[in-house]
């Protein structure tokens, strides 16, 4: 059996009650360490291969202790292969994690998902090679007009695409703007061919969550963008890399 991590606690800190039950409906238990604790379940590894249930029972082990108090949410599929590891681990790294707890602290995860109107992506993705445009049939008896073609078709192709990234990072600025005071750090995953959505991720304080969505309402009524919120959620955008915790 392996040992399936959800997330890292202060310790003494945030326990539910009521008999958790995690991944694979495996009872999740606490190790403590000094000031830290972890929240694991052992599972086998054949169990572990992630689907909807067991996605799901995984988000609702790491919401649960959220709603408790600071955690560092952790990504699916951190494991170590023994209990007696859990230990030596937060031993090894608790100066990162402590500091991360603090910076975490009273705060929660917002999304924000914003896409441009169809005017301004031209009705393709920024990734297609053709730009969306219909390619006339290549006349063979004329190589110099089918490069020329093709050279003019990649200039309006890259147009296109800086036009539609300018565009993406002036409603980021102006989202930004407009949520000035209210959240701590943000993060911008940027859009990709296959899904031109532009993601802001914003470590809020809890107190200011409602204040978030009020001004979120405002700016959908002047946005010409679409805007999608979600949250809150546990800051998992916001767990700096640092030591991977997985062992095999």
Request: charged share 20%.
């Amino acid at each position: 059996m392996s040992c399936l991590f959800y997330c890292i606690c202060p310790h003494p800190g945030p326990k539910p009650s009521g008999g958790l039950r995690g991944v694979g409906g495996k009872p999740v238990y606490q190790v403590a360490h000094r000031r830290l604790s972890a929240a694991f379940s052992r599972i086998s590894p054949a169990d572990l291969t992630p689907d909807l249930p067991r996605l799901r029972a995984f988000a609702w082990v790491v919401h649960s202790y959220h709603l408790q108090g600071p955690i560092i949410p952790l990504r699916y599929g951190c494991i170590v292969p023994q209990e007696s590891q859990i230990a030596d681990f937060l031993d090894e790294h608790d100066l990162h994690y402590e500091a991360l707890l603090k910076d975490l602290e009273g705060c929660v995860e917002m999304g924000l998902r914003i896409l441009l109107p169809a005017a301004s992506l031209g009705g393709v993705s920024p990734g297609s090679p053709k730009g969306g445009q219909e390619v006339a049939k290549p006349d063979l008896q004329a190589p110099s007009r089918l490069g020329l073609a093709y050279l003019t078709a990649r200039k309006a192709h890259y147009a296109r695409q800086d036009r539609w990234t300018r565009e993406y990072r002036q409603a980021e600025e102006r989202c930004l703007t407009h949520f000035k005071g209210l959240f701590v750090r943000s993060k911008t995953e940027g859009p990709s061919p296959r899904l031109p959505l532009l993601s802001l991720y914003f470590l809020v304080p809890a107190s200011q969550v409602e204040a978030f969505r009020q001004v979120f309402q405002r700016l959908t009524e002047t946005e010409s963008a679409r805007l999608l919120l979600s949250g809150p959620w546990p800051p998992y955008n916001f767990v700096i890399q640092g030591p991977r915790l997985i062992g095999k």
